[in-house]
């Protein structure tokens, strides 16, 4: 087995991971306290976030693992794929870093972060209901539009 051929599996199964982990969100996380109230919606999601923003080691070694197999996957893929392979790589590599990580950076951490901001027991009901809205449909739209790159990049493989 070459280390391309284990940084082709390493990525897809650590990448397949982050997808499931996202789908999770996607279809039952969120839809599963979306009937919760403005505060206990705040309260579950600050507690769900809490257990990765405290560096949960297994959470780390699979999202930054995906991030290390995928870039090992292109760096030694240089040198044994040609033409279309290569090129489908880096489609799937570029797909994965834009549409998975740099959303994350860019739209997810600075939602999280927020929420994690907010003392729910000192908030109005209004302050509450405000800090909801401007949290809950941009995260969930941004969720399911890298949870479906995610699922994309699967097929490529």
């Not at 003392?119 to 969720?143: G, I, Q, Y």
């Amino acid at each position: 087995m070459t280390v391309f051929d284990i940084a082709l599996i390493s990525s897809a199964f650590l990448c397949t991971l982050v997808a499931g982990f996202l789908f999770a969100f996607a279809v039952v996380v969120m839809p599963g306290i979306r009937n919760f109230n403005d505060k206990q919606f705040i309260e579950a999601f600050q507690v769900t976030d809490r257990v990765i923003q405290d560096n949960h080691p297994i959470f780390l070694f699979v999202w930054l693992g995906s991030i290390i197999a995928i870039i090992a996957c292109i760096i030694s893929g240089f040198a044994k794929l040609q033409g279309f392979d290569f090129a489908l790589l880096l489609v799937a590599t570029a797909g994965y870093i834009v549409g998975v990580q740099i959303s994350t950076i860019v739209v997810h951490l600075p939602l999280n972060n927020k929420i994690q901001t907010y003392d729910v027991e000192t908030m109005s009901d209004e302050e509450l209901c405000a800090a909801r809205k401007r949290f809950e449909p941009r995260w969930n739209r941004s969720n399911k539009i890298r949870t479906i790159i995610l699922g994309v990049r699967a097929l490529k493989f």
